[in-house]
């Protein structure tokens, strides 16, 4: 068979201050789950989603399964680190 060779390129754009420390040390900039639903609800989604970070979703009216996913991250629930969020009949965890 003959082998085949790929090249992949990605592209990520930076503000000149993060490109600089890029470049000379490494670092990357990372933006945090909660930035990207804030620009998401500010800005729609697309380069912002409002979804990012969600950790569970479940409909509203579905209780076995609203219990169960209540239970399974009750850590994060009594830490209040989770934001809940609701679209139509459904509950995002984020």
Request: charged share 30%.
């Amino acid at each position: 068979m003959e082998k085949t060779k790929q090249f992949f390129i990605s592209v990520k754009m930076y503000q000149k201050k993060y490109a600089k420390a890029f470049l000379e040390k490494g670092q990357i900039k990372f933006s945090t789950p909660q930035s990207w639903v804030e620009y998401g609800k500010k800005y729609g989604d697309g380069r912002g989603d409002c979804l990012e970070g969600t950790i569970a979703c479940f409909n509203n009216l579905d209780f076995e399964n609203k219990i169960s996913i209540l239970k399974k991250y009750e850590f994060y629930n009594n830490k209040n680190n989770l934001i809940k969020m609701k679209c139509g009949n459904r509950i995002y965890k984020n």
